[in-house]
């Protein structure tokens, strides 16, 4: 099966709350991204609401004709909102009121009762469960004891390092820990996300073939800017092929 490509469209809601403008409007930005060819749409609602808003997801859910991957804390309001709109996949993510995105993976074995009993409301629901970690031995055995249903690996470290040995030891960092996850839980789904752009998917796709899917924003919707979202996933499809014609 081709790595599925899932695109964030936060962005697109970051630019409107600049200016408290009706557009551009991330909900028609995911049905050009669905019309190109992504496979799924992601959103980040966070709980500061300072890009995706809860009419975003509201539209997403009723538009959407691929799948809906919603990010968001644990926290019980999220869950609450999770079980009335039903996204596909709930992705649970760490999140700080000062960061500018994303600071690591969240810690599973520190809140693994917290994870365990919102799989479980989730479940009730009918929506599946992601966690975003860091490719480390310990949480990713902690993802699998609660029997998540996707792991999604943190790909920060990898995106910002800055030479080639670096880049070399957060590949073989990812491409164990996938290992470890699948033969932990073969039919587990493994995807990975944050930093990547169409220069660095392919060694990443090489490098770690038990990958399913990635979940691409800042940089896919930065390159629409200029190229268009159309052809802007296109480029992204072809890196990911790109990447596994290598393997
Ligand atoms: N995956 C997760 C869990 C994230 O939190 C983010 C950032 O919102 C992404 C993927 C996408 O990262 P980027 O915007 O850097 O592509």
Do not use: W
């Not at 990975?192 to 800042?218: Q, W, Y």
């Amino acid at each position: 099966m081709p790595v599925r490509l899932h695109v964030n469209v936060d962005h697109v809601a970051t630019l409107r709350q600049q200016r408290g403008t009706p557009y551009p409007d991330p909900v028609e930005a995911a049905v050009f991204c669905e019309q190109a060819g992504a496979d799924g749409i992601t959103v980040h609602l966070r709980e500061d609401r300072r890009h995706i808003q809860e009419r975003d997801v509201e539209l997403l859910r009723a538009l959407c004709k691929t799948l809906l991957n919603l990010e968001m804390a644990a926290t019980d309001a999220m869950v609450a909102f999770a079980e009335r709109i039903k996204p596909d996949i709930v992705t649970l993510v760490p999140e700080n009121r000062e960061e500018q995105t994303t600071e690591g993976g969240l810690d599973v074995v520190a809140n693994r009762e917290k994870i365990g009993e919102i799989k479980a409301r989730l479940a009730e629901a009918g929506i599946q469960l992601s966690v975003f970690i860091e490719p480390d031995e310990a949480q990713i055995q902690a993802a699998c004891e609660l029997g998540v249903d996707t792991i999604e690996l943190h790909t920060g470290d990898y995106c910002t390092a800055d030479d080639d040995e670096a880049v070399e030891s957060e590949l073989e960092r990812l491409a164990a820990a996938a290992k470890l996850a699948v033969s932990l839980e073969p039919d587990l789904t493994l995807a990975a996300g944050h930093g990547l752009n169409a220069r660095n998917i392919p060694d990443l796709v090489t490098a770690v073939p038990e990958l399913d899917e990635l979940n691409i924003g800042h940089a896919l919707i930065s390159d629409a800017l200029f190229s268009g979202l159309t052809d802007t996933v296109d480029r992204y499809r072809a890196a990911i092929e790109a990447g596994e014609s290598e393997r």
